[in-house]
């Protein structure tokens, strides 16, 4: 364990300061490159030494070893440092590798990784294992603790342990606990999250926020309980509440909530004097999202809406990095940082043509370099495909629930009441309503009712990615959700649509289910031609792969599916236990 408690050993540093000296030699050098001094706000020109994966000297010197080293000229170019994310979700169809490698692309070279996955799928000891095998890889990565489930758990308590939850929190790779979705919980007076609140800031880590819509009179308690930060200021109005009540602010920008432009638009009218506490994030936004950019994206947005060009910059990189307290690795090109450094063509301009991800070529000239890193052996960590010891019977498609569950939109929903003949083999394909069940991953238990709005012509629909991991039929035809859900299970775990007999689609998720191993491009491409055919079956709303994720999650409003029973979030209630199998 003492190997991993500092980012570079002794003799490590002693090299370092040996390539002052002249002893060696740096392995690149940058020359004559505009880069961002984004303490003295200043674009400045500058010689900057590089040795493997540590910016070793930022000034006008050159070194006077230069043997085996690799001079670049960087004349005309403009060097930022490696924007950061601050809230990534790293399971949202893609991997955590796939989703940093393709944000690399775009000069996201760190990235701050929700750990809710491995949390809840994997042992300890393997989630540790792997953490420590992805920190072999050029990108960044560190991660949160999660304290509570965002779903009803039927051994909750086994998993969100004192033990499981202290280990995560005392390990060197998590900068926050958090996100706290089950803030409510904590307001009705949960003592254990508060004392893994205080635990964590005993270990000077942060708290990352959920707190859509929340008072100021909340925000306030919620403050004062150990919050620090807060990502779900939907306007600019609920952005100034939050500084106002002393949060640092993480402007999102995401598939399902792509806020950022009014939320800028009114900072500037509100004449705000400084951004110095506010940074973005794409909350874990699906593939699609994706395609044409990542923070960088961000960043364009905020230069358009008139945000100061240093203090866009800094919301991406520095910001973000004195927050977490990482700046002494991160956020800015300067003496001892690592070699995490965008090129630029214009100053305005922050989609990189070149990237270095610990002093590693990533993207040069445009193309994505070829990595030497060995693909990683998923399996050995406990991420196989998915494996069910279970078949899927006729009792578990029969629907006699009164009501059913409404989609008003691609993540909230309400109950209704059912009015519809639902014995029938196949429903109707003039309405909306489709046969929807939930059967808890380990085969134990299932919730059999009626989804109204997610489609009205889709005959069998499966998936395995799901918030709580487990699966969701839906469809018109019980016999093409019959289909749909074995074919999903001998592709070992994924999304899967059917019609009148034939597979339509298929989304394998190899990684239990829920992430694939295929780049992101590849993925992209997947997700799209999922959401084509489930619009022109009647999908209507903008995220099908959200509406997926939430139909476990209690966080958000009104009605939700879960392992336990048919849960109403309001209430914390369970409106219809789960049948056991």
């Known amino acids: 364990m003492l190997e991993q408690r500092y980012r570079w050993k002794n003799k490590q540093l002693r090299e370092h300061v040996s390539i002052i000296d002249g002893k060696m030699a740096p392995t690149i050098v940058l020359v004559n490159g505009v880069y961002l001094n984004q303490v003295l706000e200043e674009w400045m020109e500058a010689n900057i030494w590089i040795y493997k994966d540590r910016i070793i000297y930022v000034g006008d010197k050159m070194p006077e070893r230069q043997e085996g080293c690799e001079i670049i000229d960087c004349t005309g170019q403009y060097l930022v440092p490696g924007y950061i994310e601050p809230h990534a979700h790293p399971a949202q169809l893609y991997n955590p590798v796939t989703l940093a490698r393709h944000a690399a692309q775009f000069g996201t070279t760190t990235l701050i990784n929700d750990n809710m996955t491995l949390f809840t799928l994997l042992e ?45 929190l005392e390990h060197d790779g998590v900068l926050q606990a958090g996100e706290l979705t089950g803030w409510p919980r904590l307001l009705d007076g949960d003592d254990m999250m508060l004392h893994w609140m205080q635990e964590a800031k005993r270990m000077r880590k942060k708290i990352e926020g959920h707190f859509p819509g929340s008072s100021e009179k909340t925000l306030a308690k919620l403050m004062l309980l150990g919050a620090e930060c807060d990502h779900e200021a939907m306007t600019g109005e609920e952005v100034i509440r939050r500084l106002g009540q002393g949060y640092h602010v993480s402007l999102r920008h995401s598939s399902i909530r792509p806020d950022l ?44 809406k008139g945000v100061p060009l240093i203090d866009a910059y800094n919301m991406a990189s520095l910001n973000i990095a004195r927050y977490y307290n990482i700046e002494y690795l991160h956020g800015n090109i300067a003496t001892g940082r690592v070699a995490n450094i965008n090129f630029l063509k214009e100053k305005d301009n922050p989609t990189p043509h070149s990237v270095l991800a610990k002093g590693q070529w990533v993207k040069r000239d445009g193309a994505a370099c070829v990595e030497h890193t060995p693909s990683l052996q998923w399996e050995e960590y406990g991420l196989s495909p998915l494996k069910l010891d279970w078949e899927l019977t006729e009792d578990d498609l029969q629907y006699s629930m009164p009501f059913g569950i409404n989609m008003e939109n691609s993540v909230i929903t309400k109950p209704y009441s059912i009015h519809i003949d639902i014995s029938r083999e196949v429903l109707d394909m003039n309405h909306d309503e489709c046969y929807f069940t ?23 629909f499966a998936s395995s990615f799901t918030n709580s991991g487990d699966i969701i039929l839906i469809g018109k035809s019980r016999h093409d959700m019959a289909l749909a859900f074995n074919r999903m299970k001998e592709i070992g775990g994924g999304i899967v649509i059917a019609e009148k007999g034939d597979i339509l689609f298929e989304m394998p998720l190899e990684l239990q289910g829920v992430m694939s191993k295929v780049s992101l491009p590849d993925l992209i491409k997947q997700e799209g031609r999922m959401k084509e055919l489930l619009m022109e079956r009647g999908y209507r709303f903008e995220d099908p792969m959200y509406s997926l994720l939430f139909f476990t999650s209690t966080h958000l409003p009104y009605i939700r599916v879960t392992q336990a029973g048919l849960y109403e979030v309001m209430n914390k209630s369970i409106l219809f236990p789960a049948i056991m199998r």
């Open 261 to 304: 432009p009014g939320i800028l638009e009114y900072l500037q009218d509100y004449g705000l004097k400084s951004y110095d506490k506010c940074f973005f994030n794409t909350d874990g936004s699906s593939p699609g999202f994706y395609k044409e950019g990542f923070t960088d994206s961000l960043i364009r947005i905020a230069i358009e």
């Open 124 to 168: 300890k000891r393997k989630e540790f294992a792997l953490l420590k095998e992805l920190r072999n890889l050029p990108y960044s990565m560190f991660w949160w603790a999660r304290l509570d489930s965002q779903t009803e758990l039927r051994n909750e308590e086994e998993i969100f342990s004192h033990a499981n939850v202290k280990s995560w």
């Open 438 to 460: 939930f059967l808890s991953r380990d085969g134990q238990s299932r919730i059999n009712t009626l989804l109204k709005g997610f489609a009205s012509q889709l005959y069998g």
